[in-house]
């Protein structure tokens, strides 16, 4: 039982590249999200999806994509990287039924746009 | 006003003390309450969970919740070196299952 995986763990990408970020879970959680870390602002909301089929933009979602492939995979593509987006990105998973809204989160990728 | 305040710390204890840690929120509507640590380098990994005022013993750790006073607090008995790290506060409403993070409280335990 992996839990939360992330893939890659570190990538360093030059302004305006593109790339995608993929996690997947194994816990068979309903809802997943992408959150950002950043020193002194704490962990901050990109895109969430309650359920399969369904994406809904979080606190900071410009710049971002995201796709709920299938109930395990849940990616988040930067178009067009800016310096801004350095980063260490965190994909979370929880079960959203039952009363349970644990989230349990991946590893992180750690994300440097130079 | 954040949404969930914490104090940044770092909050600095001795070995075999208890921590205390507190964390605010300002949305009235929130039911759903977390404890987060978190290790320099690492992911954020949940240690407690509250839904109800009162007190939730886990091992060395005690969740409290007060949510007429609009706060959860986190006290960690006999605190170990291992115990050093930053702890977050997450808060969440039923619906949507969204949680808004504190900036959290960095603790440091002395042999």
């Known amino acids: 039982n992996a839990g939360v995986t992330q893939t890659p763990k570190f990538q360093v990408l030059k302004t305006g590249q593109s790339m995608t970020l993929q996690c997947a879970q194994d816990?068979?959680?309903?809802?997943m999200y992408w959150y950002r870390q950043d020193p002194g602002m704490g962990l901050r909301l990109i895109y969430y999806?309650?359920?399969?089929?369904?994406?809904d933009k979080g606190e900071v979602p410009n710049g971002y994509n995201v796709s709920r492939l299938n109930k395990r995979e849940f990616s988040l593509r930067l178009e067009s990287a800016a310096p801004s987006q350095t980063s260490v990105y965190f994909c979370?998973?929880?079960?959203?039924?039952?009363?349970?809204?644990?989230?349990?989160f991946g590893p992180g990728t750690r994300l440097t746009v130079t | 006003q954040k949404e969930v305040e914490q104090n940044s710390g770092p909050l600095s204890v001795p070995e075999g003390a208890i921590a205390s840690l507190n964390c605010t929120y300002s949305?009235?509507?929130?039911?759903?309450f977390f404890w987060y640590r978190q290790y320099s380098g690492k992911s954020p990994e949940l240690i407690m969970s509250?839904?109800?005022?009162g007190d939730k013993e886990d091992g060395r750790f005690t969740a409290q919740l007060n949510k007429a006073s609009q706060y959860v607090s986190l006290l960690i008995r006999d605190s170990q070196p291992s115990d050093s790290a930053t702890y977050l506060c997450?808060?969440?409403?039923?619906?949507?299952?969204?949680?808004?993070f504190g900036g959290g409280t960095r603790v440091l335990v002395k042999p």
């Open positions: 997450a808060v969440g409403r039923a619906a949507g299952n969204k949680l808004t």
């Open positions: 949305d009235r509507g929130s039911q759903s």
């Open positions: 816990m068979n959680h309903n809802s």
């Open positions: 509250i839904y109800s005022n």
């Open positions: 979370a998973s929880s079960e959203f039924e039952s009363l349970n809204y644990e989230q349990y």
């Open positions: 999806s309650a359920s399969e089929g369904t994406t």
